[in-house]
């Protein structure tokens, strides 16, 4: 694939940029009693935003771009974070404490993560896309229980124990460009020829296909394209949380995925980035209320599906994210 370079692009990389030289700044600075503002528990949260952030966006282009309604997104995270792990922790037992190798290893591990999780992404789609709506539901919430199931009996991968040992490789620094890198990609895809082919399938597949768009082709590609994504995310959080257990990857995992794209706008890439940003802060935000902030939550997921039923975006999209619409034609895939 090729990708022409436009100044929204720039932008993106821009504006991501000085969010991170924002962050590192109030990680460092001693602004609060002599403390910084932000400490390790804020820093990681905030890296689990960036991994959420690649999750939805690349759920976003099956269920918000394609109009497919997958529920098992959580699955292939778990394919690509057990391969990651394995490779990193079991079979060639890198660290962190000689980066010059253990980061070229990790990278190798989490390409290697996602392009399994793209492979079993293929074996659940090709058969399966075929279908539509609560059919498809049901298949991909069953290939999500499936995997974890497959995990939870193999010992070789850690079983019922879980996989523990995981050199922590996952730094902001890291998450920072995994996620402009994966977002960019898919924004790219997004507006090319085959992203209007999308969309044209999510409007009327029947039409589509009068146009002479392959439609079960297309949606596969897609559903594979997403779970590479999936399966990188997946690596990428193993080497933060240094322990994978296959509960960190059941149906609720995918649901939350679920609720930040439907919340942000699933057919807006801002809003598949907004929800995630705000709805994995915002548990956190609200400890200080103790058992009260489980009714907020809820409660303030409901008015917003009320108030604002096509997501907080809709269609909207920030303007470091949109192609110019006389510069689509000049992105090929």
Request: glycine fraction near 10%.
């Amino acid at each position: 694939m090729t990708f022409l370079r436009t100044h929204r692009t720039m932008a993106t990389v821009i504006a991501s940029v000085l969010a991170y030289v924002v962050i590192k700044l109030l990680s460092i600075l001693p602004l609060v009693n002599g403390e910084p503002l932000l400490n390790a528990y804020y820093i990681q949260l905030i890296i689990l935003v960036g991994i959420n952030i690649v999750m939805t966006v690349s759920l976003g282009m099956v269920n918000g771009f394609t109009g497919q309604f997958s529920i098992g997104h959580a699955g292939f995270m778990a394919v690509g974070a057990y391969t990651s792990a394995m490779i990193t922790t079991v079979w060639l037992h890198t660290s962190t404490a000689n980066p010059w190798v253990g980061y070229p290893v990790f990278i190798v591990a989490i390409l290697a993560g996602g392009l399994l999780a793209a492979a079993a992404g293929y074996l659940v789609g090709a058969p399966s896309l075929r279908l539509k709506g609560d059919y498809l539901a049901i298949v991909t919430l069953s290939a999500n229980e499936l995997i974890r199931t497959v995990i939870r009996v193999t010992d070789a991968l850690g079983g019922p124990r879980g996989l523990g040992g995981i050199p922590k490789f996952t730094t902001l620094e890291v998450v920072f460009v995994f996620a402009i890198v994966s977002v960019v990609l898919m924004r790219n895809y997004l507006f090319s020829s085959h992203g209007r082919s999308m969309k044209a399938i999510r409007d009327s597949e029947i039409a589509a296909e009068s146009t002479g768009i392959n439609t079960t082709r297309q949606k596969v590609f897609v559903f594979v394209f997403s779970a590479f994504f999936a399966g990188v995310s997946g690596g990428v959080f193993a080497h933060l949380l240094q322990f994978i257990h296959p509960d960190n990857f059941s149906f609720v995992k995918s649901l939350e995925y679920l609720i930040y794209l439907y919340v942000g706008g699933s057919t807006s890439i801002s809003g598949a980035i907004v929800g995630p940003a705000i709805f994995t802060l915002l548990p956190e935000l609200l400890r200080g209320l103790e058992s009260w902030r489980m009714v907020i939550y809820p409660l303030i997921l409901i008015l917003t599906m009320i108030f604002r039923t096509e997501g907080i975006m809709g269609l909207k999209e920030f303007s470091f994210i949109l192609i110019p619409q006389r510069q689509r034609k000049e992105v090929s895939v």
